[in-house]
Nanobody, 121 residues
Framework: QVQLVESGGGLVQAGGSLRLSCSAS????????MGWFRQAPGKERAFVAR???????YYADSVKGRFTISRDNAENTVYLQMNSLKPEDTAVYYC???????????????WGQGTQVTVSS
């Protein structure tokens, strides 16, 4: 069992930056592929970024070049650095853990409670 807790969300102006953190307890995150997803009001939860156990990273086209996912296995934490934020990035952001290296939401077994990111124009 893995418990995930996100933090770092907030209100930021367009063009600003935020860094989200996802801390785990229960089991080490080094045994999982980790992903970030987001859900805007009235929309389905969508893939944002993934980092495999190997360290390989993958991004949704909408965030490529602006967001960076990283992991610190010693700290059992995954990060999402978000730069050049846009109003359309406004959403609740969730981290999730999977045993399968894919970006499909249904493949992720464990989820955090989410953290709100609001980008004002």
């Amino acid at each position: 069992q893995v418990q995930l807790v996100e933090s770092g969300g907030g209100l930021v102006q367009a063009g600003g930056s935020l860094r989200l953190s996802c801390s785990a307890s229960g089991r080490t995150l080094s045994s999982y592929h980790m992903g970030w997803f987001r859900q805007a009001p009235g929309k389905e939860r969508a893939f944002v970024a993934r980092i495999n156990m190997s360290g390989s990273t993958y991004y949704a086209d909408s965030v490529k070049g602006r967001f960076t996912i990283s992991r610190d296995n010693a700290e059992n934490t995954v990060y999402l650095q978000m730069n050049s934020l846009k109003p359309e990035d406004t959403a609740v952001y969730y981290c999730a853990a999977s045993r399968i290296p894919v970006s499909i939401r249904t493949a992720y077994e464990y989820w955090g409670q989410g953290t709100q990111v609001t980008v004002s124009s």
